[in-house]
């Protein structure tokens, strides 16, 4: 009897992650937006501010202040998608490259 609530427990849980993943669509972020909608504004406070601060400026745990680099678009994209010093890569936390273009482009407008 305890064999077999185990088993019909695994199935209903196994119906339910695949009810969950087949929905379909982009994930949601916390802000309730798909995440191909997010600005690089949105994506960069949500995944980034936390360490570099909502200008750039912040420096938390080591971060650069982004708001006095001198690095071009291309090398800000090669940051982001590789990591560098104790920022980890991103290309593993975004969940595509248009997202990292986009953080990059944002990145380049706190400079202003």
Known sequence: MAIQNCFCTLVLIALGVSLFSSCGGSEKTASGLHE???SGQEIYLENCASCHGSDGK???SGAFDLST???TIEEVKKVLNEGRNGMPPMKEIL?????IEKVAEYTIELRK
């Not at 969940?95 to 997202?99: A, D, I, L, V, Y």
């Open 95 to 99: 969940s595509s490259q248009e997202q």
């Open 58 to 60: 912040l420096g938390l």
């Open 69 to 71: 680099s001198g690095l």
């Open 36 to 38: 191909e909608e997010l």
